[in-house]
């Protein structure tokens, strides 16, 4: 590869070209403003590949079926984000103190089965899955005597390898509270930490686009935080329009802090700004 393309960026024709690709794939927008972003991403693929510039590498995507693994490590590249467990303590601390209470309360007074099954969608890596299996293990008693079924679902298969294998940094448990840390997670001498047991078993993760339904069971939870940002009008009703599928009546919603969905979420009530109850 020349020297020069190792620092190019994507000129405004092949940007747009690039978006239409990923629009189409993933109903994710790409703006002008991400030009730096896509430039250093696109690379990598360069590396990986060999191919020379990004047009040629534009024209081989559209040459290779859907289910190439070039696909996969492409939109992979475009849609990771920065993740780590706990992220945004305040969410957590409505699951552990109020959520889980409320669903053991209603158990307890036979208004519910002893089951629970909750939807992290765009789940990457697996460190909210494994947030949610944390909580779990810590505040709701006796859970050995429920039927728990967390499903983590991701649009890429290498994160999603990796879920299944998890290995978390220092960095991804840095928000991890210390007594959690101890009782459900054993850290390695090269300072790699993995979630015992009793969290994996309750583990589910499979390769899903947001754009498309996702069949099975409905959820007591759906979360999709930090995911909604990256689409337009269309694409975000289309997404809330199969989330919805998948939540029954009383069934909750939570996002982001700053995903901005109100204006789209009928038949639901707003619990709080990232919360929303189907009515």
Known sequence: MPATMLTEQVTDAQLSQ????????????????????????????????????????????????????????????????????????????????????????????????????????????????????????????????????IVGTDIGVGALEQARNPRFRERAMRRVPETYRRRFFTKSRDDVWTPRPELAAWMSFSQHNLIQPLPGKPFDLVILKNVLIYFDAASK??????????????????????????????????VHTWLYRKS
Not at 27 to 53: E, F, Y
Not at 56 to 80: C, G, M, V
Request: proline share 4%; charged share 25%; aromatic share 10%.
């Open 237 to 270: 009703d289309v997404v809330f329009r199969n989330i919805d599928r998948s939540i029954p009546r009383g069934g909750l919603l939570m996002v982001g802090p700053a995903e901005g969905i109100s204006d789209i979420v009928s038949g639901y009530e707003k």
């Open 18 to 149: 690039f978006g239409k690709l990923i629009y189409e794939r993933t109903g994710i927008r790409i703006s002008s403003q991400k030009v730096s972003l896509l430039s250093n991403r696109l690379r990598r693929r360069l590396r990986a590949t060999g191919i020379d510039c990004y047009t040629r590498y534009l024209s081989h995507l559209k040459k290779l079926p859907p289910n190439d693994p070039e696909w996969d490590a492409f939109l992979q590249e475009i849609t990771t984000h920065e993740t780590y467990l706990f992220r945004d303590a305040g969410q957590w601390d409505w699951f552990q103190e109020t959520f889980l209470p409320e669903v053991q309360a209603a158990a307890r007074q036979g208004k519910r089965s002893k089951s629970l099954r909750i939807w992290s969608a765009a789940s990457s890596t697996g460190d909210e899955a494994y947030t949610i299996a944390s909580c779990l293990a810590g505040k709701l008693p006796h859970h050995s005597q429920w039927d728990i079924k």
